[in-house]
């Protein structure tokens, strides 16, 4: 594809507000320098004029435009000499590391260095007076600053180019994921529906069915029994898909809520996440095998706890061991999980501190205790840990 040269408004505006300047300056008889080749005062609109033409290629032909620029500030070196001249020149240096290729946006800081470096030496050992310095910071400030400037804003556009690339990416990959997961919860629901509410529904259509066309008392009330124990399944079953969708049932406590079998899956998905960062998370269940199920609040409060104090540890934890321990004794649920105190390498995400008073308020509301903090490891580091203590009131036993 071919490169439009039509200047755009930038340059046209840069270009004429130049030459005009410049112009008021000549009709003042302000000039840069005297005693020069050329003399004649309509000869510094040579230059001038050439410089403003090449602002119009500042944008679309950045190289040739500082070529050309350079050449009419040499030739203005020859004249009396026009401010607006070397004030373009700056912007043709400027422009030229902006929006040139990467090469030109390296190399032209460097060149430009080095040109202000011997020219300083060069004039200095000319002149042997400490007033040369003068004319070294004066090419400095002509080519070294704007070049140095066209890096600064050049890298400042680069950044944000690729966040807005990057936060496109990322929202494309949530809408991706909200859709899959979408779709997944779906055929989970479906899969339920069937196997289980279905299951109950037909169960109650056969019985009703026998008990209206058998006239039988026996009958009549064992069909009925049947139906009445399948409604009731059915309606539990029903009330818990109705739970998968919206948090907190009739009862206030989550409908299928996760409970501490699932801890296994959660510290095998933290392993598989925290794998880059050099995690290593354990599981450590000190409970009896044969223990009963621990209440419904109880069980949600712990893995909410766990699944917390996880994430923190991928956010923040320095690499090492990540710990998760469980013990069960006096009726009170310990909950403990430590994770290495220290730098991480690589990028950090900020905390709000919202997950640390989210956990002491689920304890708070099961009549625990709770405690987060730093404290000393086994090998004289130190470690963040989190420490919940839940007391079981009730067992509900499995069947």
Not at 160 to 178: K, V
Not at 181 to 186: D, F, G, L, P, Q
Request: overall charge neutral; hydrophobic content about 50%.
């Amino acid at each position: 594809m071919f490169t439009s040269m039509r200047p755009d408004r930038d340059a046209v505006a840069l270009a004429v507000s130049g030459l005009l300047g410049g112009l008021l300056l000549w009709l003042l008889g302000l000039h840069t320098q005297n005693g020069r080749l050329f003399s004649a005062p309509w000869v510094t609109l040579v230059p001038l004029t050439v410089m403003a033409s090449a602002e119009l290629l500042r944008r679309n032909a950045p190289r040739t435009a500082l070529l050309i620029g350079t050449g009419a500030l040499l030739a203005d070196q020859f004249t009396r000499g026009n401010l607006a001249t070397v004030v373009l020149f700056t912007d043709l240096v400027y422009a030229a590391v902006l929006y040139g290729p990467p090469t030109a946006a390296r190399r032209i800081p460097v060149a430009t260095l080095l040109v202000t470096v011997a020219s300083t030496i060069g004039f200095l050992a000319w002149f042997r007076k400490p007033e040369a310095l003068l004319i070294g910071l004066v090419v400095g400030l002509v080519s070294f600053v704007p070049a140095l400037t066209g890096v600064s804003v050049r890298s400042h556009r680069t950044a944000a180019e690729a966040a807005r690339l990057a936060a496109e990416q990322t929202a494309r990959l949530a809408e991706m994921d909200r859709v899959q997961a979408v779709i997944a919860e779906r055929a989970r629901m479906a899969r339920e529906l069937h196997d289980m509410v279905a299951n109950h529904l037909s169960a109650v259509a056969i019985h009703s069915t026998a008990a209206l066309s058998i006239d039988d008392p026996e009958t009549s009330r064992g069909a009925l029994k049947v139906i009445r124990e399948n409604s009731v399944e059915g309606l539990a079953e029903m009330r818990r898909l109705i739970g998968l969708l919206r948090e907190g049932g009739e009862d206030g406590a989550p409908a299928a809520a996760p409970t501490l079998a699932a801890l296994d899956a959660l510290v095998e998905q933290t392993n598989v996440n925290g794998a880059a960062g050099g995690l290593v998370c354990t599981l450590r269940d000190a409970r009896a095998a044969d223990a009963g199920a621990l209440p419904t609040p109880v069980e949600l409060a712990a893995y909410r706890i766990v699944q917390e104090s996880l994430t923190n540890a991928l956010k923040h934890a320095a690499p090492g061991p990540v710990t998760v321990r469980l013990d069960l004794a006096d009726e009170v649920l310990a909950v403990e999980v430590t994770s290495a105190l220290g730098s991480r390498p690589g990028p950090t995400a900020p905390g709000s501190g919202a997950g640390l008073v989210g956990m002491r308020e689920r304890v708070a509301l099961l009549g625990g205790t709770f405690e987060a903090g730093a404290r000393p490891g086994g090998d004289g580091t130190e470690v963040w840990r989190v420490r919940a203590q839940l007391p079981v009131s009730e067992r509900e036993m499995r069947e």
